[in-house]
Antibody
Framework: EVQLLESGGGLVRPGGSLRLSCAASGFTFGSYAISWVRQAPGKGLEWVSTISGGGSDTYYADSVKGRFTISRDNSKNTLYLQMNSLRVEDTAVYYC?????????????WGQGTLVTVSS | SYVLTQPPSVSVAPGQTARITCGGNNIGSKSVHWYQQKPGQAPVLVIYYDNDRPSGIPERFSGSNSGNTATLTISRVEAGDEADYSCQVWDSSSDHVLFGGGTKLTVL
């Protein structure tokens, strides 16, 4: 069974940093791209970032480019999201999702999410 | 930049058919994927590549995509189908993933 478990969320001041993790199991981790998708309170889904299975290719939403860094450790079956210079508008539940990246990208399995709150 | 437009809400009586649209410029040339999200839960993929269903998703769920509109159709709607539904595409020109704003399906 495919499982994705996010951790690392919490309360942080504006301008602060946080690192999220996503532990994967039940599939060959390095064979899949993985994405972070977030959802602000009462809002819709917003794509944040995607990393290829080998980790060589990364993609970012314009809203986080230059502030967030996605990475992965395939030996540990773990995905990361380093978030710097956090803003109030980054407050959201952050989901990691196994990403099918062929002719069209989509998430076929999702974790339960971790809440990030940016507030003074 | 590319924009996906969904109606904020759709209401349907049990046993009827619900149709949720996702509008975008020439969206018929893209692959559209649909997610169901119930309150407090993670999104669940219900349709991929316009009209394919993952294992475990009932045949009542189907999709179509042509011109400027993609549609998620739920036949014989049940109370348990009440949820938010979001469409998603990949914009290959920018290598960005885009989501529609989501549609809340209410079963009357």
């Amino acid at each position: 069974e495919v499982q994705l478990l996010e951790s690392g969320g919490g309360l942080v001041r504006p301008g602060g940093s946080l690192r999220l993790s996503c532990a994967a199991s039940g599939f060959t981790f390095g064979s899949y791209a993985i994405s972070w998708v977030r959802q602000a309170p009462g809002k819709g889904l917003e794509w944040v970032s995607t990393i290829s299975g080998g980790g060589s290719d990364t993609y970012y939403a314009d809203s986080v480019k230059g502030r967030f860094t996605i990475s992965r450790d395939n030996s540990k079956n773990t995905l990361y999201l380093q978030m710097n210079s956090l803003r109030v508008e980054d407050t959201a539940v952050y989901y990691c999702a196994r990403w099918v990246a062929s002719s069209g990208w989509y998430g076929d399995h999702w974790g339960q999410g971790t809440l990030v709150t940016v507030s003074s | 930049s590319y924009v996906l437009t969904q109606p904020p809400s759709v209401s349907v009586a049990p046993g009827q058919t619900a149709r949720i649209t996702c509008g975008g410029n020439n969206i018929g040339s893209k692959s559209v994927h649909w997610y169901q999200q119930k309150p407090g839960q993670a999104p669940v993929l219900v349709i991929y590549y316009d009209n394919d269903r993952p294992s475990g998703i009932p045949e009542r769920f189907s999709g179509s995509n042509s011109g400027n509109t993609a549609t998620l159709t739920i036949s014989r709607v049940e109370a348990g189908d009440e949820a938010d539904y979001s469409c998603q595409v990949w914009d290959s020109s920018s290598d960005h993933v885009l989501f529609g704003g989501g549609t809340k399906l209410t079963v009357l």
